[in-house]
Structures are given as structure tokens and as C-alpha cells.
């Protein structure tokens, strides 16, 4: 770039994805700002905010699903009872007859002389009412199920290891949000420092080139005025708009920290800060975040539901054996009470008892779609996960080769840095004694501001490729 134009611009381009800067604005109230660390926020953003909550609540209910299966293997008890009005119920009492018409001395049965059978058919004025009450109660322990038990707590623990494991890999992209944020705001500031540093540099030389063109020296024509004015009123412009761009920021860090609409703060760092990362190899990042990836643990969680499913799925063909046992309760007020214990009497009972039983549901049809479902969803997961190794190996490969890259290209910016920052001051002063022209010093001054910019710029990106590798790998690599 040979314009201060584009060295704004590039300044601009730098940090335009930035959430903030660090210092409170103009309009602050008189007491002391809030003073915000990276650790703070970082911490923040894993305990709060709705991304987390939602992985939370996720997790909660994988973990509610594992207690229903934990607890399968206790006793179900099932209750029944009623409450209800009963007409009398009298039994009808029979009798034997001599019958001449039957011959051979047969007897006819008949109702006894004075029962009343109609009365337990129909109510009328003289009908007692009273109360029936009948209780019935079943108790049902499971005793052998096939392994169905054993299967749906596997799922069931499968389902708490994924909510865990996305409430893990929920913090690792906010933590990485908030370190782009974090090193965004301080990039901007001294951004913004930069150009203000080459703003005031270029409105001395042109206070410089009005003096002279006053005094009429012959040093200076019109047109080094004019280039000095276009020059400015770009860097004008572009300083504006990072200042709009830093109150934008402003607003989003105060948001991230959760402090008030009027709150001033400040950053705890000034500077971006030098990386010492350690050193390790393609191959042994790769180990690490096969074994401390988020992601990963995600994967092999779901692999282990889903696997669970599947046994469930088959265990579901053979039958479930339990031990049953029976409770039964009723009295009628006004049904009278059968002196025959072989009757089947439902108005005055009391019973009790247990069997071994089992159910066996023979709809196969119905249970071998469900285990090919099951099946299905397993290779679906099972697919998902090879598929995750590989983007891995690309990811990890990609972000340490920018790492790399930006290393580099810091050590080279910061040696272009010193060597610009010799030459503008040179010019400056060759300027100042009249031995320097107009262009030899605006092409110093957008060369020292150019690598300045440039080496923040590369320091910037540096960070940030540290934390995407960090995400990678799913541990911190800096010393």
C-alpha cells in the first residue's frame, strides 16, 4: 500500500469482525470503570447465557431418562379403587318342590315361598341405597427380562455422556467467541492509536506546507497542499468510521460482560499479547484431541446409546417374567353377604395373592422394524463419528499450519516495523530541514503506519489461530 487510504483501510479491514475496545466512552459516569479479564469472562460464558442453558436443560433431561431406566427394576404397584351407590342386593334363595306333573317323583327348583326375586332388578320406593366401595391392587416386581433392563440403562448412560459432553463442547465455542472479542477490542484500540498517530504526523507536515506556501519560500508548490488535504480529509473519514465501529464494539463487550446499558469499563490488557505456545507435532495434536475433544466424547457417547437401543431393541423379542401379586377389597352396605365361598360374589369379597407370570408379545413384525430402525440410527452414528476423525485430522492440520504461518509472518512484520519506523523518522526529519519532498515523506508515513498496521494485524491473527487450535485439540497449548 503506498496511501495512508489504504492504511486505514487496512486497519479497518483488521478488526471490522471486533466486538469492543478497552476503555469506557466518552460519556462515562465519574466512578472508577470496571476493570474486565479474559479469565473472568471466559468463566462467565461457561455459566451463563442461553447457549449453555439450553445445553444444560438438554442435559438434564438425558439425565431424567437415565433415572426412569436406573429404576425399572422396581416394583410397579397399580391401585385401583371406586366409590358408589348400591341398591340392595339380596340373594335369591331356592327351594325344592314335589311336582306331579314332572312324574317319577322328580322335584322342581323354584324360588323359595316369600323371596322377592324382581327386587334385585329394579329399585322402587321401598329399595334401600347404600355405599359399595371395592379396592383392587397389583404389585409387579420383574424377575427376569432378557437383558432389557441392563440395555436401556446402557442408552440411558450413553444419553447422560452426550448431554455432558455438549455442555463441554457449548463452552469451547463461547470461550472461543469471547477470546475473538477479547483480542478484537485490543486490537482495535491500538488500531485506532496507529491512526491517530498518523493523522497528527500529517496534519504537521501540512501545517508545515501552509507556512511555507505563506511565507512564499519556493519550497512548496499548491499542489503538495492539495496532496496533503486529500490525504486528510481520507484519514478523516476513516478515522470516523472506526470510531463508530469502536462504540459498536463497546456496546458488544458491555453486553458479553453483562454489565449495565451506561457502565464504564475497562480491559485488564493493553496489548496483544506475545505467544509462547508449546511445541508439539501434527501427529501428537492429533492424539490429543482424539482423547480431550469435546466433539469427540460426544460422538462415542452417542455411538454408546445408540448401540444401547439396538440390544433394547433385540432383548424386546423375548418375554418378561415378573412376580405378581394381587390384593382385592369390596363391601356392599346393602348387598348381602354370600355364605358360599366358591360364589363369585362382587359386592362383599376380600382376596389376596401372588403368581409368577410372564408376557410375551409376539408382534414381531412390528419389533423387527424397530430393530432395524435401531440398527439404522447406530450406522447413521457409527458414520457420523469416522467422518468427525476425519475433519479433525483436516481441522487440526489447518489450524496449525496457520499458526505456523503467523509465527513467521510476526517475526518478519515486527523486523519491517523497525526498518519503516527508521525511515519515517529520517524523512521527518529531512522534511523539517527542507531536504525531504512531499512525496518521499507521505510515503514514509504510509509505510511506517502500513507495517505497523500489518504487524498488529499478524500478532492479531496469531491469537486467534492459538485459540482455534486450542478448540481443535481441546486443551490450552500456550506455556
Keep these: 500500500m503506498n496511501t495512508l487510504t489504504a492504511v486505514v483501510l487496512g486497519a479497518t479491514l483488521a478488526f471490522a469482525p471486533t466486538r469492543g475496545r478497552a476503555q469506557a466512552p466518552l460519556s462515562a459516569p465519574a466512578a472508577a470503570p470496571v476493570v474486565l479479564h479474559l479469565d473472568a469472562l471466559l468463566a462467565r460464558a461457561s455459566e451463563a447465557g442461553g447457549p449453555i442453558e439450553a445445553a444444560r436443560a438438554e442435559l438434564a433431561a438425558y439425565q ?26 339380596r340373594l335369591l334363595e331356592e327351594c325344592a318342590f314335589q311336582d306331579a306333573t314332572l ?47 441392563e440395555a436401556g440403562r446402557r442408552a440411558a448412560e450413553g444419553g447422560v455422556d452426550v448431554g455432558r459432553a455438549t455442555v463441554e463442547a457449548t463452552r469451547g465455542q463461547l470461550g472461543l467467541l469471547v477470546k475473538q472479542a477479547w483480542f478484537g477490542a485490543l486490537m482495535a484500540s491500538k488500531a485506532l492509536e496507529i491512526v491517530e498517530d498518523g493523522r497528527s504526523r500529517l496534519k504537521s507536515a501540512k501545517r508545515q506546507i501552509e507556512k511555507a506556501l505563506e511565507e512564499q519560500s519556493g519550497r512548496f508548490t499548491s499542489n503538495d497542499l492539495r496532496k496533503m488535504v486529500v490525504q486528510e480529509a481520507d484519514i478523516e473519514s476513516k ?30 490488557d493493553d496489548d496483544l499479547p506475545d505467544v509462547d505456545m508449546t511445541e508439539n507435532t501434527l501427529d501428537g495434536w492429533l492424539n490429543v484431541a482424539a482423547e480431550r475433544r469435546a466433539d469427540v466424547r460426544l460422538a462415542e457417547a452417542g455411538l454408546r446409546a445408540r448401540q444401547g437401543q439396538v440390544d433394547l431393541a433385540t432383548a424386546e423379542f423375548f418375554p418378561d417374567v415378573a412376580l405378581v401379586a394381587a390384593f382385592g377389597y369390596a363391601k356392599g352396605t346393602t348387598a348381602q353377604d354370600n355364605p358360599d365361598p366358591f360364589a363369585n360374589d362382587q359386592y362383599n369379597f376380600l382376596s389376596w395373592g401372588f403368581v409368577v407370570g410372564a408376557e410375551w408379545k409376539l408382534d414381531f413384525a412390528a419389533r423387527i422394524g424397530k430393530l432395524r430402525e435401531a440398527e439404522a440410527h447406530l450406522a447413521k452414528v457409527r458414520a457420523q463419528r469416522d467422518a468427525l476423525r476425519q475433519k479433525i485430522q483436516l481441522e487440526v492440520s489447518d489450524e496449525l499450519s496457520i499458526v505456523h504461518r503467523y509465527v513467521g509472518e510476526v517475526a518478519a512484520r515486527k523486523q519491517a516495523m523497525k526498518a519503516s519506523k527508521a525511515w519515517m523518522t529520517s524523512n521527518a526529519m529531512n522534511f523539517g530541514m527542507g531536504l525531504a519532498t512531499t512525496d518521499e515523506l507521505l510515503s514514509s508515513l504510509v509505510s511506517s503506519s502500513t507495517s505497523r498496521l500489518n504487524y498488529l494485524r499478524a500478532l492479531y491473527e496469531l491469537n486467534l489461530a492459538v485459540a482455534r487450535l486450542e478448540n481443535a485439540v481441546g486443551v490450552p497449548i500456550k506455556r
Design 64 to 89: 431424567a431418562t437415565y433415572d426412569r431406566a436406573y429404576w425399572a427394576w422396581v416394583p410397579s404397584l397399580k391401585v385401583e379403587s371406586i366409590l358408589a351407590p348400591l341398591p340392595e342386593r
Design 103 to 149: 312324574g317319577g317323583g322328580l322335584l322342581r327348583v323354584g324360588p323359595c315361598p316369600g323371596a322377592r326375586p324382581a327386587d334385585d332388578e329394579r329399585i322402587d320406593a321401598d329399595t334401600d341405597i347404600g355405599i359399595l366401595t371395592r379396592t383392587k391392587a397389583t404389585l409387579t416386581l420383574p424377575l427376569y427380562t432378557f437383558g432389557k433392563l
Design 239 to 268: 478515522y470516523l468510521e472506526l470510531k463508530q465501529l469502536e462504540s459498536r464494539a463497546l456496546a458488544g463487550l458491555r453486553l458479553a460482560a453483562g454489565l449495565p446499558t451506561e457502565a464504564a469499563f475497562a480491559l485488564s
